[in-house]
């Protein structure tokens, strides 16, 4: 947690996403004075719990729950206003203030309505199983260099010039698509000179900004989305996303120096989950998975779809501890497998005989491996009042212990209900 050295934590997820990082963001980002986002767009969805009250939050960082903590979108971000505006005017309905402390760069690419049309309508987007919500389509444009930023927003003929050239490439994907859609350069442009006053109210130089705040010693949350197996270069390629959601994208989708982290937290789930298609060695059978999606409420905080759940895997966590440079782990959802009564621990994968612990690079050998296990008795008590780690039962305390040892890094929170008092911090 933040101290005197420590004053730039990144959170990211250490699994395929929805580990529990806008609850952790949300309890450490009291702490915090700002909370900035680096990556990922509207295809996040963190869940904060207040008392009785549920938000969940797709680009407004977790930390806005918290009155004094200034919060901002990174240059990373592709950013969809539409949505960010749905969703601050919900949380001034809910009663949180959130003037004068969002800020967005005025670098961030746009999700444009024709990113949104083309991850639609792609063959591609079905087959990963994407959310939906343009973010594959924007990346692509950005890194091709016709995107559009909240800058651009400025200069009418620019705008209108970039939008008929990100509407001419998205019509010609259309086409190739089969699809009898189209986007039009109008309605875009109808749609963004509604939205663009209320945007560059909020426009900022984040990186800046950041670095001034670092500079006078600000503490700085920088809140990943997705997960690391979600990475587009260290994920499950291809089913993953298009951004960098590893620690490494927190320094250039703010725009500070790698040097300005002083440490990075990895959340997991006490199990494991995944949204969309692509391989989860630990997966578990139908009947399992349903038992455990019930006990767990695994359905997706953006698109509403079931989870599939599988058991801890040590595998990948250690290689998420490894590309992040992970120096503590949160493990969250404990009180998830109060009722089972034996649980299993993925120790290592045998490939035609071999036992691996490194994460492959190829799917192909994933796909023929099978995870081995270590089991431990079910602890079968409930362990939501706990906050000490004396107070979980022995067998817990084992099972965690054993993923500390085989992940190697220690976990410093272990979180246990919904709710931000449900936490033991170690
Ligand atoms: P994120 O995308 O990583 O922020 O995670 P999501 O919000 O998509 O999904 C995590 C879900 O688990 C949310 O509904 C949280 O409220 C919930 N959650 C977080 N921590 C715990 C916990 O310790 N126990 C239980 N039962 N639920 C939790
Ligand atoms: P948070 O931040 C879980 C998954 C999608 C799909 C793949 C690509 O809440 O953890 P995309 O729309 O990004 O092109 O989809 O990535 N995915 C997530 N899965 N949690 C998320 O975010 C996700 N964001 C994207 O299901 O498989
Ligand atoms: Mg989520």
Redesign the pocket.
Known sequence: MFDAKTRAIVVV?AQ????G??KLVDVIAERADWVVRYQ??A????TVHIGDHSTVL?QVPSGILHPGVRCAIGNGVVLDPETLFEEVDQLVKDGVDVSGRLYVSDRAHLVMPYHKLV?KESSA?KA?????????PCYEDKIARRGVRVLDLKHPARLRALVEKGTEHANQLLVAFSSSKRASVEHTLEVYSALAPRLLGLSEDVGLAVHRALKTGAAVLFE????SL?DVDHGTYP?????N?TAGGAATGVGISPRALDECIGVVKAYT??????PLPTEFDEAMGERVRTLGNEY????G?P?RCGWFDAVVVRYAVRVNGLSALAVTKLDVLDTLEKIGLCTGYEIEGEVVTEFPGDLAELENIKPRYEWFEGWMKSTADARKIEALPAQAREYLDRIEALVESPIRYVSVGTRREQIIGL
Do not use: C, M
């Not at 395929?16 to 580990?19: A, I, L, R, S, V």
């Open positions: 997820g395929w996403g929805d580990e990082k806008g990922g767009g295809n996040a969805g963190h797709h991850d987007s990963i199983g994407t959310t939906g919500r343009g973010i594959g990943g989305a997705q997960g979600l089913f993953v996303t298009s951004s959601t989950t995944r949204v969309g298609s692509g997706g905080a953006t698109t779809r989870r």
